[in-house]
């Protein structure tokens, strides 16, 4: 009954930037936190970033200093900016958010479907 919805994928040459959006909606009491994560063929799933709903942020090595993620607790929305893209960047990227409903007692992941992003050397 919650829908994770990502947008903003596209394809970029190296060293130029994208925004992905995600917005979390239905039955959401509350979120916790949320987070983006990707995932390029063949390799396994990562964590690139997280905020909970009080601001603190957490980040992958390989993209700090370069990627921003915040986000628009009215809107229950999470925003990823990425700067400087490399090649390797490239992959599908999935947004979690850790949310009540309101028929819940705990808190639950749910995923979004995926944007795609391609940087081009």
């Known amino acids: 009954q919650v829908r994770v919805v990502e947008s903003g994928g596209g394809l970029v040459q190296a060293g130029g930037s994208l925004r992905l959006s995600c917005a979390a909606s239905?039955?959401?009491?509350?979120?916790?936190?949320m987070a983006w994560y990707r995932q390029a063929p063949g390799k396994q799933r990562e964590l690139v970033a997280a905020i909970t709903s009080g601001g603190n942020t957490n980040y992958a090595d390989s993209v700090k200093g370069r990627f921003t993620i915040s986000r628009d607790n009215a809107k229950n929305t999470v925003y990823l900016q990425m700067n400087s893209l490399k090649p390797e960047d490239s992959a599908a990227y999935y947004c979690?958010?850790?949310?009540?409903?309101?028929?819940?007692?705990?808190?639950?992941?749910?995923w979004g479907q995926g944007t795609q992003v391609t940087v081009s050397s």
């Open positions: 979690k958010a850790d949310a009540f409903t309101w028929s819940s007692l705990r808190a639950y992941d749910f």
């Open positions: 239905g039955s959401v009491r509350s979120i916790n936190s």
